[in-house]
Every structure is written in C-alpha cells, then in structure tokens.
C-alpha cells in the first residue's frame, strides 16, 4: 500500500493511524534516507498507543523507552557499528517485552526481521512531500 503526504503533520497521522492497530510484539521496520520522515511517523505511532511523551529520535542512546499500557521502544541503528551490537543491547530482550519496537534505519539490521514485521518504506519526493510505503503489513489489516 502506498500513501503519499504533504506535510511532517500528515506523516505523523498515517502513524497514529498504524499505532492505533499494532498488537505488543509488534515490529515495524522503518527505511527510509535522513529527513525522510522516520522520526515523525514514530512520534504518530506513540500517539496511537496512547503514549503522551514527545518522542524525539534515539540517535545518541540507539533506544528510547516510553512507558504506556504498551509500551514503545524506539530504536535508531543509525550509529550501530554492525548488527551484532544490536543482539549486545538485547534485541531479543525488547521483542520479548510486549511492547511494540519501531526500528529507523533499519537497513543496517536486515537480520533483525521475521516475517511478522511490519516493513514501511518512506521516500522524500520533494520538500514537503513524502511516499509511504507498507512493504509488508505483518499480518495487520493495515487499510
Ligand atoms: P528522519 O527521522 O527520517 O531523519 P524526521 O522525521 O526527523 O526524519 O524529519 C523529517 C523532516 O522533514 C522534518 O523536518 C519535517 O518537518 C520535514 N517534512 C516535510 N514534509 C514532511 C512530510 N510530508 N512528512 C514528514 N516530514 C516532513
Ligand atoms: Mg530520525
């Protein structure tokens, strides 16, 4: 499915949207270049799972934990030197938490994935606007 936005507010309502829906154990896998929107859509999802906090991008700390009735662990692999330093930091750990996991910069951790993931794909088409891409929607009736 592919949706297009034209402004950081839009982005960030197709991921409260998509919050509203996950189960925890959810995955979703965020790709996407610098400034393509990745952190406004995870804010959007926060929303949707009714987490109050601001969520602002995790670069310096790889993950950011905001506590709710499911909680959120926000992830950047941006600065990660390779992907066993993902497993280091306890992947498999967060997956186990009933939370749900959003990942930015998930091209770094291709290992990461199963096939329950939810793959989101956003590209930056000119200034404002943006394409969202649901590559594979989980298992998640994502409409
Ligand atoms: P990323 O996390 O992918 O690096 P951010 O979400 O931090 O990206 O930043 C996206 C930037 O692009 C913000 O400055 C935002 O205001 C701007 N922007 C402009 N148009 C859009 C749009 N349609 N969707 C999301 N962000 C947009
Ligand atoms: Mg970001």
């Known amino acids: 499915m592919k949706i297009f936005t034209d402004n950081e507010q839009?982005?960030?309502?197709?991921?409260?949207?998509?919050?509203?829906?996950?189960?925890p154990g959810s995955v979703v896998a965020l790709?996407?270049?610098?400034?393509?929107?990745?952190?406004?859509?995870?804010?959007?999802?926060a929303e949707g799972l009714g987490i109050k906090a601001i969520v602002s991008s995790p670069t310096f700390t790889i993950v950011n934990e905001y506590?709710?009735?499911v909680p959120l662990f926000h992830f950047d692999m941006y600065r990660l030197e390779n992907e066993d330093e993902l497993f280091d930091i306890g992947w498999d750990d967060y997956r186990d938490r009933d939370g749900v996991c959003v990942v930015e910069w998930s091209e770094k951790v291709p290992?990461?994935?199963?096939?329950d993931?939810?793959?989101?794909?956003?590209?930056?088409l000119g200034d404002d606007k943006r394409e969202i891409l649901i590559e594979n929607s989980g298992g998640l009736e994502i409409c």
């Open 111 to 115: 290992g990461a994935f199963t096939s």
């Open 10 to 23: 839009e982005t960030v309502y197709e991921g409260k949207k998509l919050g509203r829906k996950l189960m």
């Open 31 to 45: 790709f996407g270049d610098l400034g393509a929107g990745k952190t406004a859509f995870t804010r959007g999802v």
């Open 67 to 69: 506590p709710g009735d």
């Open 117 to 124: 993931t939810i793959i989101i794909r956003i590209e930056k």
